[in-house]
């Protein structure tokens, strides 16, 4: 019986009205003449428990592209992150580079400035104690141990000066006296003062026979030999003068000699071949 139906306007034999079906979903009641629904598994059914809802199988078959996708494109990030790493890593070696060459090219600059500093106080010094100066140190005092160093050194700048440019001489005579006749001419034009002997000469006198002693050609010889930085060897020295010396090597020069002097010439081409033989034997 409705509630909300007045008892008055029922009359005997009238029924109470029926109350329309809900037919919302989760209170509808099934339909009768709709066939059963086929249950989604064969598993029973437990009250209480829910269960699971799989995607259907065109959806799954979309899975690996998706996946090989995703890896796809994590490998692109990851190998282009690897390539800024190295640009990176690249790019501060070059840096680093550039910085360590900027460094050296300083250093070697400060370097030369300080040795033009120091060459040039240098020079300062040996020109004042070659005019007779005397140095003093730090504190103002007479510094004798350096001044008597550069007085040393002075002296010996000049020795080996003198032996170097008396080496060029002889060199530049000998060159001059073989090629200072046409082949053509053979008129005698040499005397034996015109040979460049091995021998420190004295301007005030002639030189002469008696002046070619051994130890005098051997210290022509090996002198220059002492100076710093030279580098000709004591045995590329003598070889050499042997090969100059050698009366085969000499025998046009002879035929150029004046007949009076010819004999001393040939007397000091001997000399001078002995000397060289002793020094060759001793090397």
Not at 202 to 225: I, K
Not at 264 to 272: H, L, P
Request: charged letters at 30%; one cysteine or more; glycine letters at 4%.
């Amino acid at each position: 019986m409705n509630i909300n139906t007045p008892t008055k306007y029922l009359t005997k034999g009238s029924q109470l009205p029926s109350t329309p079906a809900k037919t919302g979903l989760l209170f509808a009641a099934p339909d009768p003449s709709s066939p059963a629904r086929r249950p989604l598994s064969n598993t029973p059914q437990r009250p209480g428990l829910g269960y699971f809802a799989f995607p259907s199988e065109g959806a799954a078959s979309s899975s690996p592209d998706l996946s090989e996708s995703v890896e796809k494109s994590r490998r692109e990030q990851q190998k282009a992150y690897l390539s800024f790493l190295h640009q990176e890593e690249q790019a501060q070696e070059r840096e680093r580079e550039s910085n360590r060459l900027e460094e050296e090219r300083s250093a070697r600059l400060r370097q030369q400035a300080e040795a033009r500093t120091e060459a040039e106080a240098l020079r300062g010094e040996e020109e004042w104690v070659r005019s007779g100066g005397m140095l003093r140190d730090e504190h103002g005092n007479w510094d004798h141990t350096r001044t008597q160093a550069i007085r040393d050194e002075l002296k010996l700048r000049d020795e080996e000066k003198c032996l170097l440019q008396r080496w060029d001489s002889y060199e530049r005579n000998w060159n001059s006296l073989l090629k200072g006749k046409a082949p053509d001419d053979d008129s005698r034009d040499v005397h034996f003062h015109d040979i460049p002997w091995p021998v420190e000469k004295d301007v005030s006198t002639e030189l002469d026979l008696v002046d070619l002693t051994a130890a005098r050609m051997e210290e022509f010889f090996l002198g220059s030999l002492r100076v710093r930085g030279v580098k000709v060897t004591k045995k590329e020295r003598v070889r050499s003068s042997l090969l100059r010396w050698h009366p085969d090597k000499l025998t046009t020069l002879l035929t150029r000699v004046v007949e009076a002097d010819e004999q001393r010439v040939r007397q000091g081409i001997n000399a001078v071949m002995a000397c060289l033989q002793t020094l060759n034997t001793n090397i």
